[in-house]
């Protein structure tokens, strides 16, 4: 299938235009996030993230009335998924000191109820977990079951025959869930999931983050190099450099501007700047590949004509290869859940970037290149 076939566009008598353009979108990005910043997942930053699941669609700012005074500090909230589901965020990484007694209150009442006057002894105790033990090991068993029904994250210590003792994992979901059930009785909900990273991991892979996006741009730039002219890597890895720049400032300017899309920067944003830039190098390396071949063939012809040529003849792959990636891209969006989302967002915006860049960043730089120079270009 083919389109675009015969087209001759001049693109790069636009290029001072789109330059503006990548200007004002730079500008715009940097301007954000100077004064609005960005909004690191617990991944980079560190603390928990719950996850609930409620039976019936929940109203959000009611929710965060409702564990404003709870003592966790500042909760961020969000809608997970559909319209029963609530993200928690909170920089706690444990439950603060002064709630963890009334905590395990609340577990000992429990006990209590489910088996009335039974003998237990509370041996050891962490900062996110008490360990119990009972009089024999039928006792924990069973305990250890009801528990775990009644939305504990309790546990046997070791699957021993003679094993008396229970450890139960004591969170921030844990007190939520005991003000939350009691101020919302008509709607049950459950803990689909809470993760917590401690402030050092968090940095870690921030790091690791940032150097993983630049050795991925230094290796592009050695390879394409080699294959074709330096100014033509430089070119790309310019283009490259453009889109991922282009695509953080875009997370600053709307983050919380679209309901339901969770612009945080995480490990799976990450993986969207590197698919990006996957996506983005392949498509400029088409051009270039077909703008060595023209200049093999037509030696005498301006640069400013091969380039626009070469631009030309390869739109139509372009076009295609863009359009069926989209679709698969814009399929994630809307149907591929909250954990997608971000990242089909990104990839989307990345194709459109990347296509953009291709032509009037890494094909106009080599052409400013080859004006400023006057030097030939010859493979």
């Not at 790069?12 to 330059?19: A, D, E, T």
């Not at 025959?161 to 919302?184: A, E, F, H, Q, Y």
């Not at 033509?232 to 709307?254: E, N, P």
């Not at 392949?282 to 590949?289: A, E, K």
């Given at each position: 299938?083919?389109?675009?076939?015969?087209?001759?566009?001049?693109?790069?008598?636009?290029?001072?235009?789109?330059?503006?353009?990548?200007?004002?979108?730079?500008?715009?990005?940097?301007?954000?996030?100077?004064?609005?910043?960005?909004?690191?997942?617990?991944?980079?930053?560190?603390?928990?993230?719950?996850?609930?699941?409620?039976?019936?669609?929940?109203?959000?700012?009611?929710?965060?009335?409702?564990?404003?005074?709870?003592?966790?500090?500042?909760?961020?909230?969000?809608?997970?998924?559909?319209?029963?589901?609530?993200?928690?965020?909170?920089?706690?990484?444990?439950?603060?000191?002064?709630?963890?007694?009334?905590?395990?209150?609340?577990?000992?009442?429990?006990?209590?109820?489910?088996?009335?006057?039974?003998?237990?002894?509370?041996?050891?105790?962490?900062?996110?977990?008490?360990?119990?033990?009972?009089?024999?090991?039928?006792?924990?068993?069973?305990?250890?079951?009801?528990?775990?029904?009644?939305?504990?994250?309790?546990?046997?210590?070791?699957?021993?025959?003679?094993?008396?003792?229970?450890?139960?994992?004591?969170?921030?979901?844990?007190?939520?869930?005991?003000?939350?059930?009691?101020?919302?009785?008509?709607?049950?909900?459950?803990?689909?999931?809470?993760?917590?990273?401690?402030?050092?991991?968090?940095?870690e892979l921030k790091e690791d983050a940032v150097i993983a996006v630049f050795l991925s741009l230094v290796v592009i730039l050695v390879y394409l190099?080699?294959?074709?002219?330096?100014?033509?890597?430089?070119?790309?890895?310019?283009?490259?450099?453009?889109?991922?720049?282009?695509?953080?400032?875009?997370?600053?300017?709307?983050?919380?501007?679209?309901?339901?899309?969770?612009?945080?920067?995480?490990?799976?944003?990450?993986?969207?700047?590197?698919?990006?830039?996957?996506?983005?190098?392949?498509?400029?390396?088409?051009?270039?590949?077909?703008?060595?071949?023209?200049?093999?063939?037509?030696?005498?012809?301006?640069?400013?004509?091969?380039?626009n040529k070469s631009i030309n003849q390869t739109m139509s792959r372009t076009i295609l290869t863009a359009g069926t990636t989209m679709i698969s891209?814009?399929?994630?969006?809307?149907?591929?859940?909250?954990?997608?989302?971000?990242?089909?967002?990104?990839?989307?915006?990345?194709?459109?970037?990347?296509?953009?860049?291709?032509?009037?960043?890494?094909?106009?730089?080599?052409?400013?290149?080859?004006?400023?120079?006057?030097?030939?270009?010859?493979?």
């Amino acid at each position: 299938m083919k389109i675009f076939e015969h087209i001759n566009y001049n693109w790069l008598g636009k290029r001072k235009f789109f330059y503006a353009l990548s200007t004002t979108l730079f500008l715009l990005g940097l301007v954000n996030v100077i004064f609005r910043g960005l909004k690191f997942g617990i991944d980079f930053k560190g603390g928990t993230e719950i996850i609930l699941q409620f039976q019936r669609p929940v109203n959000i700012s009611n929710i965060r009335k409702q564990v404003a005074d709870i003592g966790l500090g500042t909760l961020e909230l969000n809608t997970f998924g559909s319209q029963t589901g609530v993200m928690v965020l909170t920089e706690l990484q444990n439950i603060p000191r002064n709630i963890y007694p009334r905590v395990i209150e609340h577990i000992n009442n429990t006990i209590d109820q489910i088996m009335p006057g039974v003998p237990k002894k509370i041996i050891d105790s962490t900062e996110n977990s008490v360990t119990y033990q009972f009089a024999n090991p039928d006792t924990t068993n069973v305990m250890v079951d009801k528990l775990f029904k009644a939305g504990f994250q309790a546990g046997k210590i070791s699957e021993e025959p003679t094993n008396k003792k229970m450890i139960v994992k004591v969170g921030i979901s844990d007190w939520l869930k005991i003000n939350l059930r009691n101020k919302m009785k008509d709607n049950s909900f459950t803990v689909l999931k809470e993760d917590f990273v401690g402030p050092k991991v968090g940095r870690e892979l921030k790091e690791d983050a940032v150097i993983a996006v630049f050795l991925s741009l230094v290796v592009i730039l050695v390879y394409l190099g080699f294959r074709f002219k330096f100014i033509f890597a430089l070119g790309a890895v310019v283009a490259l450099f453009h889109d991922v720049l282009i695509t953080v400032g875009l997370y600053s300017i709307l983050y919380g501007v679209i309901p339901g899309l969770n612009l945080q920067i995480d490990l799976t944003v990450v993986a969207a700047f590197l698919t990006l830039v996957g996506y983005s190098v392949n498509d400029t390396v088409i051009v270039f590949d077909r703008v060595r071949e023209n200049l093999k063939i037509h030696k005498t012809t301006p640069l400013f004509e091969v380039l626009n040529k070469s631009i030309n003849q390869t739109m139509s792959r372009t076009i295609l290869t863009a359009g069926t990636t989209m679709i698969s891209v814009l399929v994630l969006l809307f149907f591929g859940g909250e954990v997608l989302r971000a990242f089909a967002f990104t990839f989307a915006f990345g194709i459109v970037t990347g296509t953009y860049s291709s032509i009037f960043i890494a094909s106009a730089l080599v052409l400013e290149y080859v004006n400023k120079t006057h030097k030939k270009l010859e493979f």
